[in-house]
């Protein structure tokens, strides 16, 4: 390749990242806010609290009484809280309370999706630099169009609190990984246990990567034993100091690490203390409990909500990885191919096995192992990698090219037109049967439907609002309104005799003829790809 084609290749490349994220930054504004969001605030602010009065207890006295906060302790929350501590959302509270701490939930929870957003689009730069591990550029930036392309993938990049972060946090782990693999230095053995405990942080399943440290360490040092100690030393030194600093168990009471240590490893990453949250969900035209799914449950959301085209070639390159398939072509990056397989097939096969042996409460579709979307494209790029320099058939890289290309175009168009909600993305081969499925469970439609009301209803009085008692939080979506829009709503809870909408993005299987027996009729519908994922129902 001449040094013009490459130069022509890294502009597109960096031209592309621009103009993702510039979309990124304009389409900030038009995602609600999903359930979670809220909880995960209040967390960050009960930890900025608990440090704040055990670092600068004059200071933090002050602006609790000068702003008459009142947080509950960091012991009771984490007693009562079903949810593990994640280190973000106290850094977010931090930015918020030195930047926004005066401003309205509005202006807070955008720049919450401007952090995510931002966070986002770091991942699929880092996702770049994996790939190029054993990818050319052109190749490389393909598997990051992949992955920005998938709808589900992207919508979540923006008010997706803990997911997206998780993908994020182990693509680093997997980076530091292989950049140790290739040059064995001390800085990476740190950079990757920090990490490491990030990931960890975020999602306690991620601890499955902690192995593939040991693994591969012990398969590339074997024949240097003084080399392989001294790694594993740094690597606990790096891990334990860090874990201690992301674990308020060990803050509030750093004897228990050392007078029961098996008890503090069960509460960082069994959930020994873990109430499970059991919703009822819409699966296969069933409702069922997220405590009591079928073995395939993640494996057919994944085959339902993942491009056909990427789903195809993904497959394919497993099928490549599993029988050595012969690569005339070496890795860019002295990474050896064959061990890069095996790394990545550990990484996506383990969470799939575990879901299926330990069965655990999962909803909204396969939120929790999107991680696993990055580990899926480096295989649907091994197997590109594979037809263009292994497959002699111009005629075969051709078709190769237009598919690829046609589904790029494609995607694109959807997502353009079914914005903001490519989180209801279903693909060609399942879109005929969303309907049996969970579609807006995290109800970001509900902030399309309060401004719908505020264009088309509102007429000078205040407009009573609720919800029908189904879990359809529209007062989430009520902070994401400006002041002036809040003044035109009135939410409470329903009454048949005062509420003149409710608005409800639950799929809990009623019909028009089941809300008209309630007194009310279809006001307003949301429709994705001809499914109504959000409904406002007016008295009648």
């Not at 510039?22 to 009960?46: A, H, N, P, T």
Request: charge should be positive; proline fraction near 3%.
């Amino acid at each position: 390749m001449s040094n013009l084609q490459i130069k022509y290749q890294k502009s597109f490349i960096k031209f592309s990242f621009l103009i993702f994220f510039i979309i990124g930054l304009f389409s900030v504004k038009d995602y609600g806010i999903s359930y979670d969001e809220l909880e995960y605030r209040q967390q960050g602010f009960v930890v900025l609290n608990y440090l704040g009065k055990k670092f600068l207890p004059n200071t933090s006295k002050k602006i609790i009484e000068d702003r008459s906060l009142n947080y509950i302790s960091i012991e009771k929350y984490f007693g009562d809280s079903p949810n593990n501590y994640k280190i973000h959302h106290t850094i977010y509270a931090f930015l918020e309370f030195i930047f926004f701490k005066n401003s309205d939930k509005y202006t807070v929870f955008k720049f919450r999706h401007y952090l995510n957003f931002i966070m986002s689009f770091c991942l699929v730069l880092i996702l770049y630099k994996i790939l190029r591990f054993n990818f050319n550029r052109a190749i490389s930036i393909l598997g990051c169009f992949a992955f920005v392309l998938s709808p589900r993938i992207y919508a979540n990049f923006f008010y997706n609190p803990n997911d997206i972060w998780s993908a994020f946090a182990l693509a680093f782990c997997l980076y530091f990984l292989l950049q140790l693999l290739k040059k064995n230095n001390i800085k990476y053995i740190f950079l990757f246990s920090t990490a490491l405990v990030v990931a960890i942080n975020i999602r306690y399943v991620n601890i499955y990567i902690y192995p593939l440290l040991f693994l591969f360490l012990v398969l590339n040092h074997k024949k240097n034993i003084p080399l392989l100690l001294r790694n594993i030393f740094f690597h606990t030194i790096f891990f334990v100091v860090f874990l201690f600093i992301v674990t308020p168990d060990l803050w509030i009471n750093p004897s228990q690490m050392w007078i029961n240590p098996s008890q503090i490893l069960l509460k960082i990453f069994g959930q020994s203390n873990f109430n499970v949250i059991n919703p009822t969900i819409m699966f296969d035209g069933k409702l069922i409990h997220s405590n009591n799914l079928p073995w395939y449950y993640l494996i057919k959301w994944f085959v339902m909500t993942v491009p056909v085209v990427f789903l195809f070639f993904g497959i394919l390159g497993i099928f490549f990885s599993l029988f050595k398939f012969s690569f005339k072509e070496i890795a860019y990056k002295k990474i050896i191919l064959h061990q890069c397989n095996l790394i990545f097939l550990f990484l996506i096969s383990l969470p799939l096995i575990a879901f299926i042996v330990n069965k655990p409460a999962l909803f909204n579709g396969w939120r929790h192992f999107y991680f696993i979307y990055v580990f899926f494209i480096y295989f649907f790029c091994l197997s590109i990698h594979a037809i263009y320099h292994s497959v002699n058939s111009k005629w075969i890289k051709n078709i190769v090219s237009a598919a690829i290309l046609i589904t790029f175009t494609i995607q694109i168009i959807w997502m353009v037109k079914n914005h903001p909600y490519q989180n209801i993305y279903f693909n060609s081969f399942s879109r005929a049967n969303a309907k049996n499925f969970e579609l807006d469970y995290w109800g970001l439609s509900n902030l399309k439907s309060l401004k719908y009301l505020i264009s088309n209803a509102y007429n000078g009085t205040s407009l009573i609002v609720s919800n029908f008692n189904d879990g359809s939080r529209i007062d989430f979506a009520y902070l994401m309104l400006n002041a002036d829009e809040r003044k035109k709503i009135k939410l409470g809870k329903f009454n048949e005799e005062t509420t003149e909408f409710y608005i409800t993005n639950i799929n809990n299987g009623l019909d028009l003829t089941d809300y008209q027996s309630l007194g009310f009729d279809i006001y307003h519908q949301i429709i994705v790809d001809g499914i109504v994922i959000n409904k406002i129902l007016i008295k009648n």
